[in-house]
């Protein structure tokens, strides 16, 4: 069982920037996708960004242009680089991976704040 754990979320003013990770205790070689997903208080959690085994990446279009997706897979993590941040964004995050052979993983997540 892979267990996925995220990191570096916190509170950050309109304009500023914050870099997600998600460490996995197996190989992300493994999985298909991982993406991440974030949750606003009374909103359904919606996909965020998208990176496939393969390297290609997606994005929702209130984040294009200002997140990035990336991996390492010799740390076995993936990271959500978050630049010109809105209080919109203000949600909590999760990391998720979807394996090869049709697991799929959740992290516990890791709250992001933006205000003044």
């Known amino acids: 069982q892979v267990h996925l754990v995220e990191s570096g979320g916190g509170l950050v003013q309109p304009g500023g920037s914050l870099k997600l990770s998600c460490a996995a205790s197996?190989?992300?070689?493994?999985?298909?996708?991982m993406s991440w997903h974030r949750q606003a208080p009374g909103n359904q959690r919606e996909a965020v960004a998208t990176?496939?085994?393969?390297?290609?990446?997606d994005y929702t279009d209130s984040v294009k242009g200002r997140f990035t997706i990336s991996r390492d897979n010799s740390k076995n993590t993936i990271y959500l680089q978050m630049n010109n941040l809105m209080p919109e964004d203000t949600a909590v995050y999760y990391c998720y991976g979807r394996g090869i052979t049709g697991l799929k993983v959740w992290g516990q997540g890791t709250q992001v704040t933006v205000s003044a």
């Open positions: 990176i496939t085994h393969t390297g290609n990446t």
């Open positions: 197996g190989s992300i070689s493994d999985m298909a996708f």
